[in-house]
């Protein structure tokens, strides 16, 4: 379950943090609850620097860089529901016959 | 203004291969490790190497930002410090920062027992417990200590995320270091639909008599 509110900062806790030192979850306890939106960034960054590498012009880099992290974005996310959806038929069916 | 970029301004990818890449373009190759994106914008991909500059050091430091300085050297994964490297001075800072900060943090690579693997602040920890202390005190006290030491909190969940933020940001730099080299040595990639499209261009042109290409180039 993800959860979308956040736990906010409290002064105190503002005052003690220091970025790129300390941990962000140090500031919110719940972050773990959105671990998963963490991979966005990261796609993205990868998209942009691989087809950095791989286009003539610049021009094309955006378009590319659109398609290919909304590829791997749908790709995960067809690859996470075939997962949940086996691993939740090994608990409904295969679960019980093998306890 | 990308249009502009894109040419190159310092190396000549016709000029022959027996010449060599040269001192520039060697440079272009250290750089290119030492600080992402300088080895293009060497090259004269100035906008190019502008794009991996932010790219790579943005997803270095967003890596820091979300785990902190424990995501660099993660004790339990040596083979992401390796790939960390590769980002070059974000890394050899981020790695001096971190080892002192072990002096504080804590360094699970000592005995668990010792000063070293405690650290100022599990030493502290430890000092500031009361004797005879019940699981719940404790629970309590441990909450107010990340307060006020957020560096103390751990979360392995998104200390990993963190150091695969920093991980990859080394493998792009590789990538990038990749490129550099090709474009150094004049190996310049080719659009593969445009070799096809040559490929049928001069089939077209040149049609054998005895040709079963000749659907092909009718096509």
């Known amino acids: 379950m993800i959860h979308l509110c956040v736990q906010l900062p409290t002064a105190s806790g503002l005052l003690a943090f220091t970025p790129l030192y300390d941990p962000l979850f140090a500031l919110y306890p719940r972050m773990s609850d959105h671990w998963l939106w963490l991979a966005l960034p990261l796609v993205l960054a990868i998209c942009i620097v691989y087809k950095g590498t791989r286009v003539q012009t610049l021009k094309a880099l955006p378009k590319d860089a659109a398609i290919m992290c909304a590829q791997i974005v749908l790709v995960m996310a067809f690859a996470a529901v075939a997962l949940a959806s086996g691993y939740w038929m090994y608990l409904k069916f295969v679960g019980p016959m093998v306890s | 203004m990308a249009s502009s970029a894109d040419k190159y301004t310092a190396y000549d990818p016709n000029a022959p291969l027996e010449e060599g890449p040269g001192p520039v373009g060697y440079l272009a190759l250290v750089l290119a490790w030492v600080v992402p994106g300088l080895g293009h914008m060497l090259i004269g991909q100035k906008a190019r190497g502008a794009i991996f500059f932010v790219a790579i050091h943005g997803l270095f430091a967003m890596g820091l930002l979300i785990g902190g300085i424990r995501v660099i050297n993660p004790p339990d994964q040596a083979i992401w410090?390796?790939?960390?490297?590769?980002?070059?001075?974000?890394?050899?800072?981020?790695?001096?920062?971190?080892?002192?900060?072990?002096?504080?943090?804590?360094?699970?690579?000592?005995?668990?027992?010792?000063?070293?693997?405690?650290?100022?602040?599990?030493?502290?920890?430890?000092?500031?417990?009361?004797?005879?202390?019940?699981?719940?005190?404790?629970?309590?006290?441990?909450?107010?200590?990340?307060?006020?030491?957020?560096?103390?909190?751990?979360?392995?969940?998104?200390?990993?995320?963190?150091?695969?933020?920093?991980?990859?940001?080394?493998?792009?730099?590789?990538?990038?270091?990749?490129?550099?080299?090709?474009?150094?040595?004049?190996?310049?990639?080719?659009?593969?639909?445009e070799i096809k499209q040559r490929q049928r261009a001069q089939a077209a042109a040149s049609p054998s008599p005895a040709a079963p290409a000749a659907p092909e180039a009718a096509r």
């Open chain 2, 81 to 193: 410090t390796y790939t960390q490297f590769l980002t070059g001075w974000p890394m050899i800072v981020a790695n001096k920062v971190e080892q002192a900060s072990r002096i504080e943090l804590g360094d699970r690579a000592y005995p668990p027992d010792s000063d070293q693997a405690r650290g100022r602040l599990g030493t502290l920890f430890t000092q500031q417990a009361p004797p005879n202390e019940t699981l719940e005190q404790k629970q309590t006290r441990t909450v107010q200590f990340i307060k006020d030491h957020p560096a103390f909190a751990y979360h392995p969940k998104i200390q990993d995320l963190g150091s695969v933020y920093c991980g990859i940001a080394g493998m792009l730099n590789l990538l990038v270091m990749f490129d550099v080299l090709l474009r150094i040595t004049g190996s310049v990639r080719e659009d593969p639909a």
